[in-house]
């Protein structure tokens, strides 16, 4: 591949990338020595275009992935972009933190109140089992002390507000979403579950460790 074709391409990746708003994500295109950690990598090397993502000490993560068509590996690098991003975002929803800065992640959200505990909590069950989502890790109400990796739902009395929020390792809490509705808490605390799921799900597919076994993430194929 001739040197004006790399820049040729180059200046294609850049300008997808631009429309898609993904401009300040860590990438590197055709320099597969460079050490930027977290980067989301496309080179070509041995007559194939490779596509694969860093960690922090710039080591790849999972596998790399091997293409003899440049628009099959542009449209799987910017999907990667895409999972990237909607990752970060879960990763700040469920508590934990994102692997860098980004304004594509770093936003908050806030809800503003009702009640009937049993009612409630057979609501929160039933769409558990709907969704079979039976073998995450929960708590509805404090039915049980904090454990870690797991997702709960809580009423403060004291506050008159629902709080969500999920643990992380040893138990331990990055902040809760507090709602006064019951209704919004539920569908935060539902939402949360099904991050877990694509977390995990992710994180098989790349390689990496999962929070907990589960047979949601477990059964996928790598």
Do not use: C
Not at 151 to 159: F, G, M, S, V
């Amino acid at each position: 591949m001739s040197e004006i074709n790399v820049r040729n391409l180059v200046a294609d990746l850049n300008k997808t990338i631009h429309e898609h708003g993904y401009e300040n994500l860590y990438y590197v295109l055709f320099d597969e020595d460079s050490n930027l950690p977290w980067a989301i990598h496309l080179y070509y090397k041995n007559n194939k275009f490779i596509v694969n993502s860093r960690d922090d000490r710039s080591y790849i993560i999972g596998k790399s992935w091997e293409f003899e068509n440049y628009e099959e590996a542009k449209h799987f690098f910017i999907k990667k972009m895409e999972t990237f991003v909607q990752l970060n975002r879960l990763e700040i929803q469920t508590g934990h933190p994102p692997y860098y800065p980004s304004p594509l992640w770093d936003e908050k959200q806030d809800y503003p109140k009702m009640r009937d505990e049993a009612k409630e909590r057979l609501e929160l069950l039933s769409t558990i089992q709907e969704l079979g989502y039976e073998s995450l890790r929960y708590s509805i109400f404090n039915d049980h002390r904090p454990r870690e990796w797991e997702t709960r739902i809580e009423y403060n009395p004291e506050l008159e507000v629902y709080e969500v929020y999920s643990t992380m390792d040893r138990a331990s809490t990055n902040g809760k979403d507090s709602y006064q509705n019951f209704q919004e808490a539920r569908s935060r605390f539902i939402e949360m579950l099904e991050n877990v799921v694509f977390i995990n799900r992710y994180y098989v597919d790349e390689g990496i460790g999962t929070e907990y076994s589960s047979p949601l993430w477990e059964k996928i194929d790598d």
